[in-house]
């Protein structure tokens, strides 16, 4: 199987529960590497550039607000590269399904995140969606000499 790359977030809210170690060790279980980390205070530019593709939806304006802390204490964002195979598809049933309360009671969403009473669903993680989706987003979020090789 040919190696891919992924990129994680743990969102704010993983920084206010102070759950960020434990969700690193649920990523662990995907036997990926961990190429970059890092901790970002996201502006708004790259939270809108991140959310590009769904600029046109109802929750657009909330998941920029989310992204940049504003739901969560203004805490950052912990960015993560892994590489290895099959990298996408582990991260993402390792994050669970993007609603919460649909989301595998085992999965870091399953067990850390909620949908808040305006139906914001705060799901702690971001994983990348498919290959294009993930040299996009990496490209976005780390230069090329904050990656291992
Ligand atoms: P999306 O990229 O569709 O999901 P995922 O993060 O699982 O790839 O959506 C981006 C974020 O938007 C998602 O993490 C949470 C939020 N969101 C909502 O708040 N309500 C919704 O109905 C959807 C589809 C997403």
Redesign the pocket.
Known sequence: MTPQSVLVLIKPDGLQKAVAGEVISLFSAGDLKLVGLKLVQVPLKLARAH?G??RG?T?FA??VD?LMGKLHGNNPVVAMVYTGPDAIAKC?RI?G???PEAADPKSVRGKFGRVTTK???E?LV??S?DVKEARREIKLWFRKSELLA
């Open positions: 959310y593709h769904l939806q929750f909330e998941i989310y993402r994050a399904a993007t609603n139906g914001v669903f799901n971001h994983v969606s």
